[in-house]
């Protein structure tokens, strides 16, 4: 059974920043790509950072690009989210997503395990 589950979401001021953490377990198989996606109230849940099995690769989504860094520690079994210079627009429900096999990239429709989220609030 795999199951991710999501930490470090809160509420902060327009330019702070925050650090999301995503505890995986339950693979039995040594490839998956992870990734970040978000989800604001009345909008489409959208991608936010993708990163391969090597670690070697990642993908940002333009909002974020220079803001934003995914990273994963296979030891600790953990996928991150440094996000600095938050705005107010970033304020969304925040999902930590993995598939195995090839690339998804910034599709949730290519995943097929998610957490249940973390909210992060940017207030002005």
């Known amino acids: 059974q795999v199951q991710l589950v999501e930490s470090g979401g809160g509420s902060v001021q327009a330019g702070g920043s925050l650090r999301l953490s995503c505890a995986h377990s339950?693979?039995?198989?040594?490839?998956?790509?992870m990734a970040w996606f978000r989800q604001a109230p009345g909008k489409e849940r959208e991608g936010v950072a993708t990163i391969s099995n090597g670690g070697r690769t990642t993908v940002y989504a333009d909002s974020v690009k220079g803001r934003f860094t995914i990273s994963r520690d296979y030891d600790k079994k953990r996928l991150y989210l440094q996000m600095n210079n938050l705005k107010p627009e970033d304020t969304a429900m925040y999902y930590c997503?993995?598939?195995?096999?090839?690339?998804?990239?910034?599709?949730?429709?290519?995943?097929?395990?998610w957490g249940q989220g973390t909210q992060v609030t940017v207030s002005s």
């Open positions: 997503a993995a598939r195995t096999g090839a690339a998804g990239g910034l599709d949730p429709s290519k995943y097929n395990y």
């Open positions: 339950g693979y039995t198989r040594t490839t998956f790509y």
